[in-house]
């Protein structure tokens, strides 16, 4: 939580820099990027408030635990940044079409250059919790921290040769809300593909497969038909096996909770083993 709360905090104060310089060079691309400051601000107390949530342990209505809130959470962080990217790319297209043009001076270069140094060092701060924590949504913070450095490196480089061209500010501002329009677009693909559901990391597979091979040569287990439940503080990996028909129920627990246990300790994930009997003689129909 330490890095949410050292987000809302510096991003508070670049933004009240940020739109007050804004409003002194009648900048639009200056109030964009201060307003996406502000909505930093706002990603991390959304940050905060499902994070709460989501370290709840599992109760009778969520069984699995409430882990996927964080997936709530960047998405609503990804809404957040469309809507951004809509408004300022809208005032970025008109201030194109009045030709406005926008004066820089020493203090909107100065403010503009602090605020990419502090959001760069913000978003490294947030990927490496979002590492040490494995929590998307700090992940998804980190991008927004780093799509306001890089929106404020574009807004200085203009600022730099606005002098030269009219057009600068209004075509910064609309490069700025179709940056932004990407990272939305990015942060809200990723975690609705996690809540729909995605095939099992290729690693895994393979590593159940030369485990099988080792631990029972002889019986061509056939791992197959792989599922990937994700609930962000717990993973279950799902696959079936085949045993031979006649094989005793007891024997076939044994191999399959032997299983259960040595994959789930060398995967780090819950590993759930449904077994088939093998059809002798035919072919095995069976699904990778």
Same mark, same amino acid.
């Given at each position: 939580?330490?890095?949410?709360?050292?987000?809302?905090?510096?991003?508070?104060? !670049?933004?009240?820099?940020?739109?007050?310089? /804004?409003? +002194?060079?009648? %900048?639009? #691309?200056?109030?964009? $990027?201060?307003?996406?400051?502000?909505?930093?601000?706002?990603?991390?107390?959304?940050?905060?408030?499902?994070?709460?949530?989501?370290?709840?342990?599992?109760?009778?209505?969520?069984?699995?635990?409430?882990?996927?809130?964080?997936?709530?959470?960047?998405?609503?962080?990804?809404?957040?940044?469309?809507?951004?990217?809509?408004?300022?790319?809208?005032?970025?297209?008109?201030?194109?079409?009045?030709?406005?043009?926008?004066?820089?001076?020493?203090?909107?270069?100065?403010?503009?250059?602090?605020?990419?140094?502090?959001?760069?060092?913000?978003?490294?701060?947030?990927?490496?919790?979002?590492?040490?924590?494995?929590?998307?949504?700090?992940?998804?913070?980190?991008?927004?921290?780093?799509?306001?450095? !890089?929106?404020?490196?574009?807004?200085?480089? /203009?600022? +730099?040769?606005? %002098?030269? #061209?009219?057009?600068? $500010?209004?075509?910064?501002?609309?490069?700025?809300?179709?940056?932004?329009?990407?990272?939305?677009?990015?942060?809200?693909?990723?975690?609705?593909?996690?809540?729909?559901?995605?095939?099992?990391?290729?690693?895994?597979?393979?590593?159940?497969?030369?485990?099988?091979?080792?631990?029972?040569?002889?019986?061509?287990?056939?791992?197959?038909?792989?599922?990937?439940?994700?609930?962000?503080?717990?993973?279950?990996?799902?696959?079936?096996?085949?045993?031979?028909?006649?094989?005793?129920?007891?024997?076939?627990?044994?191999?399959?909770?032997?299983?259960?246990?040595?994959?789930?300790?060398?995967?780090?994930?819950?590993?759930?083993?449904?077994?088939?009997?093998?059809?002798?003689?035919?072919?095995?129909? !069976?699904?990778?």
């Amino acid at each position: 939580m330490s890095a949410a709360w050292l987000s809302i905090a510096g991003n508070v104060v !670049l933004f009240a820099f940020k739109y007050w310089v /804004g409003i +002194l060079s009648h %900048s639009v #691309a200056i109030k964009a $990027d201060a307003w996406h400051t502000l909505s930093d601000c706002l990603s991390s107390l959304i940050v905060l408030a499902m994070l709460c949530i989501s370290i709840k342990p599992p109760d009778e209505e969520h069984p699995f635990g409430h882990g996927r809130y964080e997936l709530v959470s960047t998405m609503l962080i990804g809404v957040m940044l469309a809507l951004v990217a809509g408004f300022f790319g809208y005032e970025g297209l008109m201030q194109l079409y009045e030709h406005r043009e926008a004066k820089f001076g020493v203090a909107a270069i100065l403010v503009t250059a602090v605020s990419l140094v502090g959001k760069e060092l913000m978003a490294r701060y947030s990927f490496r919790m979002a590492r040490h924590a494995g929590n998307a949504a700090l992940a998804a913070d980190g991008w927004h921290h780093r799509s306001d450095a !890089l929106s404020s490196l574009i807004l200085l480089i /203009g600022m +730099l040769v606005g %002098s030269r #061209a009219w057009w600068i $500010d209004g075509a910064l501002g609309t490069a700025i809300a179709v940056y932004i329009a990407y990272v939305a677009f990015t942060t809200i693909r990723g975690a609705a593909s996690t809540i729909a559901g995605e095939h099992p990391p290729a690693r895994l597979i393979d590593t159940v497969r030369e485990e099988l091979a080792n631990l029972y040569p002889r019986l061509d287990l056939r791992p197959h038909d792989f599922r990937w439940h994700n609930y962000i503080r717990r993973q279950e990996l799902v696959f079936h096996i085949v045993l031979p028909s006649g094989m005793l129920v007891g024997e076939a627990f044994s191999i399959t909770s032997r299983l259960e246990e040595h994959l789930g300790r060398l995967l780090g994930v819950e590993v759930t083993i449904h077994i088939e009997p093998r059809k002798e003689g035919r072919g095995s129909g !069976l699904r990778p």
